[in-house]
């Protein structure tokens, strides 16, 4: 069974640094990319990044909104991807999901249950 | 303001067939595939369609996904109140290299 679990959310100050953790099983995970999306409360579904399989590098891609501040990465022994995140801004509160992507960039075929980061002073 | 453009919400009886629509441009849905994600209340959103118009293992026929140029369509037919839910568009953007989300659709199934 395909499983995404995301942990370490929490409640933080502005300008202070998070990192979520995205522990997956039930496949393959260096043939993946994985995804974060991201859900301000009561708002839509925001792409925040995802990071390429080993084939492709591991590189990665970032929304304009968080590029400098977050960093995807991934660690291929543990089969988890982790989101860092440093200078939070109250804006980046939101539920924050991990999803594997299952084909072309848009498409997420597995989500984990989410994560809650709450930015606030 | 989202960079796909979807209608708030729709509603219609149980048994009958909606309609929902994303717009977008050529940078995104006319030049790159579409997925299709529906969110029910308190729940991790569940892919419904990629690839514009392909069902994933285990969603039903009464959903189906079609695009035209700019624009895509979601299709639920045979409403049940189980379908009430947020339903997002989502394509590859070209122009921003992003990946960019309609601001969801709320179906309210009378």
């Known amino acids: 069974e395909v499983q995404l679990v995301e942990s370490g959310g929490g409640s933080v100050q502005p300008g202070r640094s998070l990192r979520l953790s995205c522990i997956t099983s039930?496949?393959?995970?260096?043939?993946?990319?994985i995804s974060w999306v991201r859900q301000a409360p009561g708002k839509g579904l925001e792409w925040v990044g995802f990071i390429r399989n080993k084939d492709y590098g591991e590189t990665t891609e970032y929304a304009a909104s968080v590029r400098g501040r977050f960093t995807i990465s991934r660690d291929e022994s543990k089969s988890i991807v982790y989101l860092q995140m440093n200078g939070l801004k109250t804006e980046d509160t939101a539920v924050y999901y991990c999803?594997?992507?299952?084909?072309?960039?848009?498409?997420?075929?597995?989500w984990g249950q989410g994560t809650l980061v709450t930015v606030s002073s | 303001q989202s960079v796909l453009t979807q209608s708030p919400s729709v509603s219609a009886a149980p048994g009958q067939k909606v309609t929902i629509s994303c717009s977008g441009s050529t940078s995104n849905i006319g030049n790159n595939y579409v997925s299709w994600y529906q969110q029910l209340p308190g729940t991790a959103p569940k892919l419904l369609i990629y690839d514009n118009n392909q069902r994933p293992s285990g969603i039903p026929d009464r959903f189906s996904g079609s695009k035209s140029g700019t624009s895509a369509t979601l299709g639920i037919t045979g409403l049940q109140t189980g379908d009430e839910a947020d339903y997002y568009c989502g394509a590859w953007d070209s122009s921003l290299s992003a990946v960019v989300f309609g601001g969801g659709t709320k179906l309210t199934v009378l």
């Open positions: 039930g496949f393959t995970f260096n043939v993946f990319s």
């Open positions: 999803s594997r992507r299952g084909g072309n960039y848009a498409t997420s075929d597995f």
